[in-house]
Nanobody
Framework: QVQLVESGGGLVQPGGSLRLSCAAS????????MGWYRQAPGKERELVAI???????NYADSVKGRFTISRNNAKDTVYLQMNSLKPEDTAVYYC???????????????WGQGTQVTVSS
């Protein structure tokens, strides 16, 4: 019912920047929150950043000061600006959202397919 399309991943050198985008489409009445998780080899999936419907944000300690999450409600899109990238940022990044498809529905959780971010010299 809801699809998330991610883009912006790739290979960058340490200290470089990438901007990830995630566009939601389908049966959307309202979006409660959108965010990004990541999973590196040998690691558990972890929350990177999330932005709620009141535009409050939450970041993992490891990315504070380097990453910025933002949201364009008119386009149902969330962005993750990643600066000063480090090799330890290498992971598959997953977009996620909590959505109400109808006014009377409860919120549902959806995931994108993931986009690879590799930081290497």
């Amino acid at each position: 019912q809801v699809q998330l399309v991610e883009s912006g991943g790739g290979l960058v050198q340490p200290g470089g920047s990438l901007r990830l985008s995630c566009a939601a489409s389908g049966s959307i009445f309202s979006i409660n929150a959108m965010g990004w998780y990541r999973q590196a080899p040998g690691k558990e999936r972890e929350l990177v950043a999330i932005i709620t419907n009141d535009i409050t944000t939450n970041y993992a300690d490891s990315v504070k000061g380097r990453f910025t999450i933002s949201r364009n409600n008119a386009k149902d899109t969330v962005y993750l600006q990643m600066n000063s990238l480090k090799p330890e940022d290498t992971a598959v990044y997953y977009c996620t959202t909590q959505v109400r498809s109808t006014p009377s529905d409860y919120t549902r959780h959806y995931w994108g397919q993931g986009t690879q971010v590799t930081v290497s010299s």
